[in-house]
């Protein structure tokens, strides 16, 4: 895929930032999302203005290989002891005196063993960490309410929230975007409780003397089922995930990551989520 001018707004973008932003918040711009761009400064913000959501026409997973593939070509690189992102002078020429510039669009989906050593080799980096505390503000609203079907049953239910259902059907698509074979189901809290035994047959619920309120699930009026195959296995391993941050974080580690933000845009390590992304998939990263 040529993308030349996508690199030039890559590199005019990661210039007016002056070096602030890392990969992320440079996505972050040019998809339209605010939520990193507090951290600039008044000037900064302003010159940036006509710019934000420039390439949201485009799937993200382009803008992100775009950037990659500048790294790997010697555009762009990590000032020292931190992920922002800055120009070099070859970058510098580039953006005055452009040339073809070609991306591939990679879809295979990695093995077990692959995610495996991508998540090792992640964890290894020893580099200085970034870490943004993300929001604390909440809504002195109630969440609308909604109604779902439910995927196994068919009854129809009501819930309340704020679009955490939405942002997990979103993050899953991406998932399958790539390659991998996943999906969801949403079922109602009776049809969650039956699979929740055979899922978990171990594992408590609220009311019983031996619930862990930190490590057992707890089950929502709406409820997703997350389903991730691995190249070569012939089953799902099955997840009862209600929250969209567990599915960030095995996004993160797909697309090859350091790191995700939260709801809240809190910066989460994927180094420190072995145990979750295990949950997720079912492979053991461990071993």
């Known amino acids: ?12 973008t990661v210039m007016t930032v002056e070096d602030n932003l890392d990969e992320d918040g440079i996505l972050d711009i ?8 507090g951290n600039l400064s008044y000037r900064l913000y302003d010159s940036l203005s006509w710019r934000i959501g420039l390439g949201k026409g485009t799937d993200e997973n382009v803008w992100q290989a775009v950037i ?4 790997r070509s010697g555009y762009i690189e990590k000032k020292e ?22 991306v591939t669009m990679e879809k295979t989906p990695l093995s077990k063993e692959e995610l ?19 929001a604390m503000c909440y809504s002195q609203m109630a969440p609308p309410e909604m109604h779902f079907k439910c995927d196994v049953c068919g009854v129809d239910t009501s819930y309340r929230d704020w679009n955490n259902h939405e942002t997990i059907l979103e993050l899953v698509s991406e998932m399958a975007k790539m ?16 699979i929740k035994k055979e899922v978990y047959p171990n594992m408590k619920s609220p009311g019983h003397g031996d619930f862990d309120r930190h490590k057992d699930i707890w089950l929502l009026d709406i409820n997703h089922i997350f389903y991730f195959r691995a190249i070569g296995d012939t089953e799902y391993h099955r997840a009862i995930a209600n929250f969209n941050d ?22 989460h390590y994927i180094a420190d989520e072995f145990d979750l992304l295990e949950f997720m998939t079912g492979i053991k990263f461990d071993d």
């Open 116 to 134: 495996v050593a991508r998540l090792k080799a992640i964890a290894s980096d020893d580099s200085p960490r970034v870490m943004n505390l993300g």
């Open 81 to 102: 002891n931190s992920d922002a992102l800055k120009i070099t002078e070859m970058g510098k020429s580039f953006f005055i005196t452009p040339k073809p510039f070609i």
């Open 179 to 194: 390659g991998y074979d996943v999906r969801v189901e949403t079922v109602c809290k009776s049809c969650a409780e039956k």
């Open 30 to 37: 040019i998809m339209g999302r605010r939520t990193r761009l």
């Open 68 to 71: 990659r593939q500048a790294i």
């Open 1 to 12: 895929m040529e993308a030349k001018r996508k690199l030039q707004l890559i590199l005019e």
């Open 246 to 267: 567990s599915y960030r974080a095995l996004l993160a580690l797909l697309k090859d990551k350091r790191k995700y933000s939260d709801s809240r845009d809190k910066s």
